[in-house]
């Protein structure tokens, strides 16, 4: 059974950093790529970012809102994703979810995790 | 990039169809057939229903059905039942090598 379960949030002042693990079974991690998402309470969800597989180097996509600030990276020695979050801002709050690209050009996002909050608050 | 944008509510009676649209742009849901519907019940993970325009994962009723028409998607219902009863989210790939969700919307079961 294909698993991810993220860890990491927590409450983190406005410009501090924090860092989410997305922990993975159940499927050879390094041939999928790999998504994060995240939802501000009460809001939509909101695509952050990817990496793509070992095919494709690992490469990375981020949104606008976070680029510069939010770096994805990957243990393939433990199966693990990161999420490493730097000048965290109120906007940042949210719950974060790691979802596995799924499909021929992993266009979709199958399974999600459960989600971690993350909440930017002095 | 700006949201895709979705009706932010749609209700039905049991047994009724009901349609949910999302309007992007040619940047993205007119560009590409990547796009992708998830449920997402209160508290719990979203759940993908359909993906690239209109192909139901396994296990997934079909009862949902996804089409689209230039830079309109669009995810029906049939059948409606109580337990449809969440919020739905599209998402489409761009042409910046992002995605987008759209803005969400309310299905309430009458």
């Known amino acids: 059974e294909v698993q991810l379960v993220e860890s990491g949030g927590g409450l983190v002042q406005p410009g501090g950093s924090l860092r989410l693990s997305c922990a993975t079974s159940?499927?050879?991690?390094?041939?999928?790529?790999m998504e994060w998402v995240r939802q501000a309470p009460g809001k939509g969800l909101e695509w952050v970012g990817r990496?793509?597989?070992?095919?494709?180097?690992?490469?990375?996509e981020y949104a606008a809102s976070v680029k510069g600030r939010f770096t994805i990276s990957r243990d393939g020695s433990k199966d693990l994703l990161y999420l490493q979050m730097n000048s965290l801002k109120t906007e940042d709050t949210a719950v974060y979810y790691c979802?596995?690209?799924?499909?021929?050009?992993?266009?979709?996002?199958?399974?999600w995790g459960q989600g971690t909050l993350v909440t930017v608050s002095s | 990039q700006s949201a895709l944008t979705q009706p932010a509510s749609v209700s039905g009676s049991p047994g009724q169809s009901i349609t949910i649209s999302c309007t992007g742009t040619?940047?993205?849901?007119?560009?590409?057939?990547?796009v992708s519907w998830y449920q997402q019940h209160p508290g719990k993970a979203p759940k993908v229903m359909i993906y690239?325009?209109?192909n139901r994962p396994s296990g997934v009723s079909n009862r949902f059905s996804g089409s689209k028409s230039g830079n309109t998607a669009s995810l029906t219902i049939s059948g409606l039942q109580a337990e449809d009863e969440a919020d739905y989210y599209c998402?489409?790939?761009?042409?910046?090598?992002?995605?987008?969700f759209g803005t969400g919307t309310k299905v309430t079961v009458l």
């Open positions: 159940g499927f050879t991690f390094s041939d999928h790529y």
């Open positions: 979802a596995r690209g799924s499909g021929t050009y992993y266009s979709w996002f199958d399974p």
């Open positions: 990496t793509r597989n070992k095919a494709y180097s690992y490469t990375t």
């Open positions: 040619s940047s993205d849901v007119g560009r590409y057939n990547y």
């Open positions: 998402s489409s790939y761009t042409t910046s090598s992002t995605y987008v």
């Open positions: 690239d325009v209109s």
